[in-house]
């Protein structure tokens, strides 16, 4: 039996169909879409959210958050937000990525996202190609984010919270230009890191962080 599509995705008039391979999903099966953001930051948490859609009420114009303006991934934000039936935040802080690495940091921020949803779903699919250690079946999916609706909602939700998060971080620690690069190693960041020396908020296991802590900078 060919499997059901929870929904086609459109943007700017065309299908999704015709710029990347979708993945189709059996609408039968209530499933949880799960992406990250964060591993490439010199600062701050990595963020993981996890979304199921309702397929009654279908948010049109969704795909990798990366490929979308801030205004156009803060409006589809509040719609997800309103319309999917169940969503989650999860979290690593910089401590707990220094301590087991950013990749099982990413793993964890993934199934707290998903332990924390009040709906429980039957499957679970996740952005790449590792799955967190889930009590649901679950499938990595490479480029899931432009491949399945849940997938991209669930990289909007990620990265508007992880960046909103960063830009009232850069209050709590101005000079390091937060609110503009979310703690990526841009060269305006590196310059403030040595300028002004690492923070609290600095993952210290990051090669640019350990060598000015260990004077080499």
């Known amino acids: 039996m060919q499997p059901r599509a929870l929904h086609t995705v459109y943007w700017g008039g065309q299908?999704?169909?015709e710029q990347t391979e979708l993945y189709f999903v059996?609408?039968?099966i209530c499933?949880?879409?799960?992406?990250?953001?964060?591993?490439?930051?010199l600062a701050g948490p990595v963020v993981a959210a996890a979304v199921i859609l309702d397929p009654e009420r279908p948010v049109?114009?969704?795909?990798?958050?990366?490929?979308?303006s801030e205004k156009r991934r803060n409006a589809l934000f509040d719609e997800i937000c309103?319309?999917?039936l169940a969503w989650s935040l999860g979290r690593a802080e910089?401590?707990?990525i220094d301590k087991i690495n950013i990749l099982q940091a990413s793993l964890l921020a993934m199934r707290r996202a998903v332990d924390g949803l009040s709906l429980e779903p039957e499957r679970v699919l996740v952005d790449g190609n590792r799955c967190p250690e889930l009590q649901q079946p679950c499938e990595a999916i490479i480029k899931g984010d432009d491949r399945v609706p849940a997938i991209s909602a669930a990289s909007i939700i990620a990265?508007?919270?992880?960046?909103?998060?960063?830009?009232?971080?850069?209050?709590?620690y101005p000079g390091y230009g937060l609110s503009s690069h979310k703690g990526y190693p841009s060269k305006a960041h590196l310059e403030a890191l040595r300028a002004l020396g690492v923070t609290p908020m600095h993952r210290r296991s990051y090669a640019p962080v350990r060598?000015?802590?260990?004077?080499e900078g």
Do not use: I
């Not at 049109?60 to 979308?68: I, Q």
């Not at 990265?159 to 709590?172: F, G, H, P, T, Y």
């Not at 060598?211 to 004077?215: F, I, N, P």
């Open 82 to 84: 309103e319309c999917a």
């Open 15 to 17: 299908a999704l169909a």
């Open 60 to 68: 049109e114009g969704l795909r990798d958050s990366k490929k979308l």
């Open 31 to 41: 499933y949880a879409g799960v992406d990250e953001v964060g591993r490439g930051p």
């Open 159 to 172: 990265k508007v919270s992880r960046d909103r998060e960063m830009v009232a971080l850069d209050a709590q």
């Open 26 to 28: 059996d609408s039968a």
């Open 211 to 215: 060598r000015l802590l260990d004077g």
């Open 94 to 96: 910089v401590e707990e």
